[in-house]
């Protein structure tokens, strides 16, 4: 990616540049295994008490501030501590990634094309160039919330750039032939179709696939919040007693012994 070009670029040589990368590496898998193992945590946390399936919160990508709320809340200042490294997390991705955007339209674009006085007023052109992505990317934030969940919204964005431009550079790399226009409409063309596909998965989704979860193990002030506020416990089909009623109705009684369990009320 550009912003990992960028830093590699101000080193002083090509081999402090690979160390930079060897040095990145650990990093990023260490990266991957606590991302991997938060995953666990919160599904064994919750496998035997869905907040999603409780409509406590709205999506999965709100679990992981949930279980921070619902297991750090009683310790002072541990859920701002970890609001804080979210938002910092955040916005040195952004800040990084909006400076390699505008460095690169005012070099390969702008700069041949206009006259600056000094270095100055380059810079000044720049900040507002990277202001402008900022700018757009808040509107695109507004939609990106309409692509699922925000793994998906990524996978969608990135994947759809990756491919093609991994495309180019092995086309530049074994293909020294080759010349600019072709590789800039066979990387438009790849960058077309690799949307038209992010895009139709997103219009006609696939199934979702997920582990099975159930309120086997829920709380009973957390079930009575549930009753009282939908008058019934959500539908799920990861909870096994609800394909057996009279299963159900024993749930019903153990959580809750006030609930109405009459046949009527059952149809």
């Known amino acids: 990616m550009q912003t990992q070009v960028q830093r590699y670029c101000s080193m002083e040589s090509p081999q402090k540049a690979r160390r930079t990368l060897y040095y990145n590496l650990?990093?990023?898998?260490?990266?991957?295994?606590?991302?991997?193992?938060?995953?666990?945590?919160?599904?064994?946390?919750?496998?035997?008490?869905?907040?999603?399936?409780?409509?406590?919160?709205d999506r999965h990508d709100q679990l992981m501030p949930y279980y921070v709320m619902d297991t750090l809340a009683k310790y002072p200042g541990l859920p701002g501590l970890f609001v804080a490294c979210v938002f910092s997390g955040s916005l040195s991705t952004l800040s990084s990634g909006l400076n390699a955007l505008a460095a690169v339209t005012w070099e390969d674009i702008i700069k041949d094309r206009i006259t600056v006085k000094n270095e100055k007023q380059a810079l000044t052109i720049t900040k507002l160039i990277a202001m402008g992505y900022g700018l757009l990317s808040i509107a695109m934030s507004f939609g990106v919330?309409?692509?699922?969940?925000?793994?998906?919204?990524?996978?969608?964005?990135?994947?759809?750039?990756?491919?093609?431009?991994?495309?180019?550079?092995?086309?530049?790399?074994?293909?020294?032939?080759?010349t600019a226009p072709a590789t800039l409409i066979?990387?438009?063309?790849?960058?077309?179709?690799?949307?038209?596909?992010?895009?139709?998965?997103?219009?006609?989704?696939?199934?979702?696939?997920?582990?099975?979860?159930?309120?086997?193990?829920?709380?009973?002030?957390?079930?009575?919040?549930?009753?009282?506020?939908?008058?019934?416990?959500?539908n799920s089909s990861y909870i096994h007693s609800y394909d057996n009623p009279d299963l159900c109705v024993d749930s019903l009684l153990r959580w809750d012994p006030l609930v109405d369990t009459s046949e009527e009320n059952l149809k």
């Open 145 to 178: 919330g309409n692509l699922g969940t925000v793994l998906q919204a990524c996978m969608v964005l990135v994947g759809s750039m990756v491919g093609p431009l991994f495309a180019m550079f092995l086309i530049g790399i074994f293909f020294r032939y080759s």
């Open 186 to 234: 066979g990387f438009i063309l790849g960058v077309l179709a690799s949307l038209s596909l992010s895009i139709g998965s997103l219009v006609i989704p696939r199934p979702q696939v997920s582990l099975p979860t159930t309120l086997s193990e829920c709380p009973q002030d957390v079930i009575a919040f549930t009753l009282d506020k939908y008058q019934s416990l959500p």
């Open 26 to 57: 650990p990093g990023l898998v260490i990266l991957a295994v606590m991302a991997v193992m938060c995953g666990n945590v919160l599904y064994a946390k919750y496998r035997n008490c869905d907040p999603v399936t409780l409509r406590l919160i």
